[in-house]
Structures are given as C-alpha cells and as structure tokens.
C-alpha cells in the first residue's frame, strides 16, 4: 500500500517566542515490511539529525529568531506490505530484559496485577494466542473514548477508569505483558482506515511482543487485531515518553497554544 502521510505541528504564542529548542520524532523507520521514500522535516530553524537509543529517527530544532508561531512539518510517502503483523528482532535491539522493565507509564498497581494474571495460563498454554487474548482483555476492560484521559495518564489510571484511547491500551497491554515475563514495546505511527483513504487523523499507537522463534509480534488493542499494511510505524520505545513526536523547552513566547494536523492519503499498489 501507498501512504502519504503530512503531519504538522503547529504553536502559537501570545508573545514573541526569543528561543526554542525542540527535539521530534516525527520521521517514519524503514525496513521490516515498509518503506520510507521523500520524506521531509521542514521547520523555521536549524535541524540536526541523530538517532536515539531505539534507533529512531530524530532531530533537534533549535529556533534562536522571535515568532509568534512556529510551524514544524514532516511529510512523505511509506510503500507499505503486510508482514502477519510480525517483525525480526534487529540488531540494535536492545537486551529483551530492558523490554521487561517497567516504567511512569506502565508500572502497575495491585488492580492491574490481578488483571495480568488472568492471562498467565492462557500464555504459558499458548504464548502467541494467549497474547491475543491478553489483548481483547485489554480492549474489553478499556473502552475506546476520547476525552476521558490524556498525554499523561498512567496505564493503571486508565485500566481503573475503564476507558481510553489508543496510548493507553498500549500502555496497559505492556504493562501486563511486562509482568507476565514477556518483552514488550510501545509504537507510535499511523493507521490510514479502509473505509477513509483520504483523512484526517491523530497518531496512533499499539504494542509489539517479543515472542522466541518468531520476533516481535504487534498488538493493536485499540482495534483488536494486529497491524497491516495499513500501519505506518514511525518509532519505537518503552512506552509514549519514548517516542512523543515533538518535544522541547523554551524562553519567551507567553502562552502557548498547540495544534496537531495529520492527513493520510492511502492507496492499494497496482
């Protein structure tokens, strides 16, 4: 599949903003079922490029002139195929026991605990299905609202309000697969919807288990399924403070105002 994505990140101050410094994540990775062609960061400043410890795809922005409103774009095409959702453990993988370690974002509490250990038969059964199941748990116990949490939330927050968005199933489902001893990461990216080839969309963000003999499987809990070749990943980590598309300190500016835009256009290759 063809996918032209476009996402703009925009701020506007009440005042003058005198220097900003900015790091994004904000470029999509390539390999491993997609790739990356004409992708572009546009943005009033001077950009350097470097790659973190996932080996994402990064830049810092250092603005230094005054503006009233800072725009930051990246944009491009991914040619995307369906790999089953599964993906081989890379190189720069990081050691599977950092993939165990709990974070802010996913330590859990006594309720989510006990929400992972219903599933703890079912894995040791069957690992790859006990995942599945692990999450439409996820899905079931975390209805899909929006408003209800935000950037912040924690995983057991969420799984106690029973309602979230995208972040926050992933977060959860990482959070259980962590305390049932198996690997796991956040992804953060697109997903363009069959029924909308032409959109406009937030990010959206799943999981990836580590299952031996096999790589790194994905888990949507926010859909129930595993990703496609409608999915676009564009970075990986822990959990969202890894892989949090634009962030950065400033001086001046006043208030600050944030606006998100993202378009996807998606088309099935001939």
């Not at 790999?83 to 990081?94: E, S």
């Not at 259980?176 to 198996?182: K, T, W």
Request: net charge negative; with cysteine.
């Amino acid at each position: 599949m063809r996918i032209k994505v476009r996402h703009e990140t925009t701020y506007a101050y009440s005042a003058p903003l005198a220097r900003s410094t900015q790091y994004l994540r904000i470029t999509p990775r390539h390999g491993d079922g997609q790739t990356v062609t004409g992708w572009r960061v546009t943005a009033p400043g001077k950009l350097h490029e470097w790659r973190d410890q996932h080996e994402n795809i990064c830049h810092t922005l250092v603005v230094d002139q005054p503006l009233d409103r800072l725009s930051v774009v990246g944009e491009g095409i991914v040619e995307t195929s369906d790999t089953g959702g599964v993906y081989p453990v890379a190189p720069y993988d990081l050691p599977r026991e950092i993939y165990l370690r709990q974070t802010d974002f996913t330590r859990p509490d006594t309720r989510l605990k006990r929400f992972a250990g219903k599933f703890r038969r079912a894995l040791k059964d069957d690992l790859v299905a006990g995942l599945h199941a692990l999450m439409l748990g996820v899905r079931e116990a975390v209805d899909y609202q929006e408003n209800e949490t935000h950037v912040h939330t924690t995983a057991a927050e969420a799984l106690a309000d029973g309602a979230g968005v995208c972040q926050d199933h992933a977060h959860v489902f990482i959070s259980a697969c962590r305390i049932l001893g198996v690997p796991s990461r956040y992804v953060g990216g697109y997903l363009a919807t069959p029924d909308d080839p032409e959109q406009h969309a937030a990010g959206h963000a799943w999981a990836c288990a580590r299952v031996p003999d096999l790589g790194w499987v994905s888990f949507d809990p926010a859909n129930a399924k595993s990703a496609t070749e409608r999915y676009v990943r564009a970075t990986i980590g822990l959990d969202y403070a890894d892989v949090s598309p634009v962030r950065g300190v400033r001086q001046g500016g006043g208030e600050e105002t944030m606006s998100v835009a993202i378009q996807l256009q998606a088309a099935v290759q001939q």
